[in-house]
């Protein structure tokens, strides 16, 4: 199936600013997103206690960096987001939690130029599954990687999948049940739909295995319930 183009994806994000500025109804098909933007918050504090610079890529509405401030309330922020209306909702939003800077590039982070070695923590909040191939996941982890400060981390809450397909099928299977619960089968179906057309997540080992390949010193598991986890990287 042919997926999403960036343009598509922006678009989307462009119309539902309200309902990403919302922590209850936003992320209400992610099973256990307050339980992850928790966890990975709650670790990037402890790993760079003094941290001054968050990133916060696919950063909507700015919920992670909200999150994150309410732990270290000095952050410099710096968040990147395809949608400008999302930006703007965020700017307005960080800019009354930080006495740090607040900074807003719109734009893709593979393409977005910013200074390598300057973040103390990176946020990806349900933005990597929109990565393609191969390639295109290397690269934007090798990108991040080089973002970091030595000593810094990559803490990511997303979408994933399972590497053994049986196992795919079940934990996919589930989570329609739970959309089902929330909305009915045509919620289930509305929401699976669209995974289909804009998203190609990739499981955490995937991922744990790309971000030792491109040096990150450890990675960490927090989290994990059926085809969501939270998990990280320390360069």
């Given at each position: 199936?042919k997926?999403?183009t ?7 994000f ?8 919302n922590?209850?109804?936003g992320?209400?098909?992610t099973i256990?997103?307050?339980i ?5 918050t709650?670790a ?15 950063s909507g509405?700015?919920?992670?960096t909200l999150?994150?401030?309410?732990k270290l309330p ?11 209306p ?5 700017f307005?939003r960080?800019?009354a939690?930080t006495n740090g800077g607040v ?12 200074p390598?070695?300057?973040?103390d923590i990176i946020l990806a909040?349900a933005?990597?599954h929109h990565l ?11 990108k991040?990687?080089?973002?970091l400060k030595?000593?810094?981390c990559l803490?990511?809450?997303d979408l994933?999948?399972q ?6 099928e ?5 989570y329609?049940d ?7 089968a045509?919620?289930r179906q509305k929401?699976?739909?669209?995974i289909?057309i ?6 955490m080992?995937y991922?744990?295995?790309l971000?030792?390949?491109v ?7 927090l989290?994990?319930?059926m085809c ?5 990287g320390i360069?």
């Amino acid at each position: 199936m042919k997926k999403s183009t960036i343009e598509e994806i922006k678009e989307r994000f462009d119309n539902d600013v309200e309902r990403f500025s919302n922590l209850d109804t936003g992320q209400v098909a992610t099973i256990d997103a307050t339980i992850s933007l928790e966890l990975i918050t709650e670790a990037a504090k402890r790993i760079v206690p003094n941290a001054a610079t968050v990133l916060d890529i696919g950063s909507g509405a700015g919920n992670y960096t909200l999150k994150m401030l309410s732990k270290l309330p000095n952050l410099n922020c710096i968040l990147v987001d395809l949608s400008l209306p999302m930006l703007n909702k965020a700017f307005e939003r960080v800019s009354a939690e930080t006495n740090g800077g607040v900074e807003v590039r719109q734009g893709d982070i593979r393409e977005v130029n910013l200074p390598e070695n300057h973040f103390d923590i990176i946020l990806a909040g349900a933005v990597l599954h929109h990565l393609r191939d191969d390639q295109d996941w290397e690269t934007t982890f090798t990108k991040l990687f080089k973002l970091l400060k030595p000593g810094g981390c990559l803490m990511i809450s997303d979408l994933i999948t399972q590497d053994t397909e049986i196992l795919n099928e079940y934990t996919w299977k589930i989570y329609g049940d739970y959309l089902e619960g929330i909305g009915g089968a045509e919620y289930r179906q509305k929401v699976l739909d669209y995974i289909e057309i804009e998203d190609s997540p990739r499981s955490m080992n995937y991922q744990l295995d790309l971000m030792k390949k491109v040096g990150f010193n450890k990675v960490e598991i927090l989290h994990k319930n059926m085809c969501f986890g939270a998990f990280g990287g320390i360069k």
